[in-house]
């Protein structure tokens, strides 16, 4: 009887494992050609789908281009991006004379074709007599805005003999970025003296530029 048994209850689990492992096997074998038809068939989709999603990004993102140059005379204040700074000299214009503002108005405009800052805000207009620049920079921002787009990133540079801009870059880029809505990391603020040559030099004017990239609000 002990050998009968055995002889029954052996080949019972021997076939458990065979079977087990049969069935284990075929499902291996149906998951792999599950996936591999999956990456055939989907793969150059999401491939052409990311690459048509970059292109049609690509083709709307706008870079644009500003410059402003002022005079230095005595009795005006200083502003430069915002900022109120401590000087002899301010800029003389119709408006505040924020010339770092107004470059960076005039790229804004420039990035979407709009013309530019004097086009929108005639210094011919009492409208616009002693106004803030950052208003003129808020109304541009609406611009921008109305059309779809965002700042990604801005990059400025202003040329002024005296007195020092550095010590300020931060309140200046802290200023910027709240009132074109983006990252203070996104806003790049650069100063430079002109070694005493010329009228930046010699301290009868300042002046500055600005780049700016656009990017598509909604993609
Ligand atoms: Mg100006």
Redesign the pocket.
């Known amino acids: 009887m002990p050998v009968f048994k055995a002889n029954h209850t052996e080949p019972d689990i021997l076939s458990g494992f065979f079977f087990v492992g049969k069935r284990f096997l075929s499902f291996s074998r149906r998951l792999f050609l599950a996936v591999s038809s999956v990456s055939r068939t989907r793969l150059p989709f999401f491939c052409f789908s990311r690459k048509y999603y970059l292109c049609r990004v690509m083709k709307k993102i706008r870079i644009g281009y500003g410059y402003?140059v002022?005079r230095l005379v005595e009795g005006r204040r200083l502003w430069i991006g915002g900022v109120s700074i401590e000087s002899p000299k301010g800029e003389a214009?119709h408006s505040d004379?924020d010339?770092l503002l107004?470059a960076v108005c005039d790229s804004l405009l420039g990035a979407l074709a709009l013309g530019d800052?004097g086009t929108h805000f005639p210094d011919t207009s009492d409208e616009f007599k002693d106004i803030d620049s950052k208003e003129l920079l808020r109304r541009c921002m609406s611009m921008v805005k109305e059309r779809g787009y965002c700042v990604g990133n801005i990059d400025v540079m202003l040329r002024l003999e005296r007195p020092k801009v550095k010590p300020h870059v931060p309140k200046i880029r802290e200023t910027m970025a709240a009132l074109l809505e983006c990252d203070i990391e996104d806003v790049s603020v650069k100063a430079t003296t002109c070694e005493s040559m010329g009228f930046v030099g010699n301290g009868d004017g300042v002046d500055a530029s600005s780049v700016v990239l656009l990017l598509p609000k909604n993609d």
């Open positions: 402003d002022h214009a004379g010339v107004h800052i």
